[in-house]
C-alpha cells in the first residue's frame, strides 16, 4: 500500500548530511547568472576550461510520457553540460502553458508525425529511469507537490518548477543529493474542473533516511512558499509516498 500524508502532519527531521537546520536558498532567479558559472565549489557544476564550459557532476536525462503511459518514458536525451540543459530547457513547455490553456496539452519533442500530445515530462539523474521499478528508486518514494489554478498564479507555477527541476540536477537546491528524479505532470482537464491541477514529483533515492526525507520535504515547502503562500493552502498541497515498502 502506497503511505500518503500531508506535509502539516510531518515531524521535521535532521537536515540532508548537515549538522545545522537547512536553511532555503533560491536558485530560480541565478540558474543564467554570471555568478553562478562563477561558483565551481558547488556539487552540481564543474568548470572544465576558461571558455565557460561547465559539466555537470552528474549527467541529467530528459523524459517524456504519453498520454495515460506514466510507467512507460521515452528518453528524449542526455545532458552533460550546463550549456546543454538550458538550451533545452528554453524550448520545454512550462506549467504557465497548461494553466492559460497555451496549449491544452504538452506536445512530444520528439515525435516525428507532428503535433503528439504528452502528459509529463521529467529530469533523471544519470542513467536513472524515472519509474518506480528502478533499483535506485524502488525503496524510495517522492514528495508530491500539487498546484492548483484557484490557488497558484501561472508565473509562480513556472518558478516553483524551475526551482526544483534545476535546483535539484544542478545540485543548487539543498537536499539534491537525495534527489533522482522531477517530473511535472499535466492534471489539467481543460474544462475549469475543481479537481484541476498540475503536479510536481521530487523522487529520492531508496537509501535515503527518513530524516533525509523530511529534510527534503522542507525544502521542497520553503521552495513553494517562497514563491507563493496560497499555493500552500489546501490540504493536499504537499503530500509524500513511498513507492513499495522497503524490503
Given amino acids: 500500500a502506497i503511505l500518503t500524508q500531508t506535509h502539516s502532519n510531518v515531524t521535521r527531521g535532521k537536515p540532508c548530511k548537515q549538522q545545522h537546520a537547512?536553511?532555503?536558498?533560491?536558485?530560480?532567479?541565478?540558474m543564467?547568472?554570471?555568478?553562478?558559472?562563477?561558483?565551481?565549489?558547488?556539487?552540481?557544476?564543474?568548470?572544465?576550461?576558461?571558455?565557460?564550459?561547465f559539466t555537470l557532476?552528474?549527467?541529467?536525462?530528459?523524459?517524456?510520457?504519453?498520454?495515460?503511459?506514466?510507467?512507460?518514458?521515452?528518453?528524449?536525451?542526455?545532458?552533460?553540460?550546463?550549456?546543454e540543459l538550458m538550451?533545452?530547457?528554453?524550448?520545454?513547455p512550462l506549467p504557465s502553458q497548461l494553466l492559460q490553456n497555451k496549449p491544452r496539452r504538452f506536445s512530444s519533442l520528439v515525435s516525428q508525425v507532428g503535433f503528439a500530445e504528452i502528459s509529463a515530462i521529467a529530469l533523471s539523474r544519470e542513467d536513472i529511469q524515472p519509474i518506480w521499478e528502478d533499483p535506485a528508486n524502488f525503496a524510495g518514494g517522492h514528495w508530491?507537490?500539487?498546484?492548483?489554478p484557484k490557488h497558484v498564479k501561472p508565473d509562480e507555477a513556472d518558478k516553483i518548477w524551475r526551482e526544483l527541476a534545476l535546483g535539484a540536477m544542478f545540485g543548487?537546491?539543498?537536499?539534491?543529493?537525495?534527489?533522482?528524479?522531477?517530473?511535472?505532470i499535466d492534471k489539467i482537464s481543460g474544462q475549469r474542473r475543481v479537481m484541476d491541477n498540475i503536479r510536481i514529483e521530487v523522487w529520492y533515492d531508496g537509501k535515503a533516511t527518513p530524516q533525509e526525507v523530511e529534510s527534503?520535504?522542507?525544502?521542497?515547502?520553503?521552495?513553494?512558499r517562497s514563491f507563493s503562500e496560497s499555493a500552500m493552502k489546501p490540504k493536499d498541497a504537499l503530500t509524500h509516498r513511498r513507492h513499495h515498502h522497503a524490503v
Fill in 22 to 30: 537547512p536553511q532555503f536558498r533560491s536558485v530560480a532567479t541565478s
Fill in 32 to 53: 543564467d547568472m554570471p555568478e553562478l558559472q562563477r561558483d565551481t565549489t558547488g556539487d552540481g557544476i564543474n568548470a572544465t576550461s576558461e571558455t565557460q564550459s
Fill in 57 to 83: 557532476i552528474r549527467r541529467c536525462s530528459l523524459w517524456e510520457f504519453s498520454v495515460g503511459a506514466l510507467s512507460n518514458p521515452e528518453k528524449v536525451r542526455t545532458f552533460s553540460t550546463y550549456e
Fill in 87 to 92: 538550451v533545452c530547457w528554453e524550448s520545454l
Fill in 144 to 148: 508530491l507537490v500539487t498546484l492548483k
Fill in 172 to 184: 543548487q537546491l539543498q537536499c539534491a543529493d537525495l534527489v533522482n528524479v522531477v517530473r511535472l
Fill in 216 to 224: 527534503l520535504g522542507t525544502i521542497v515547502e520553503a521552495s513553494m
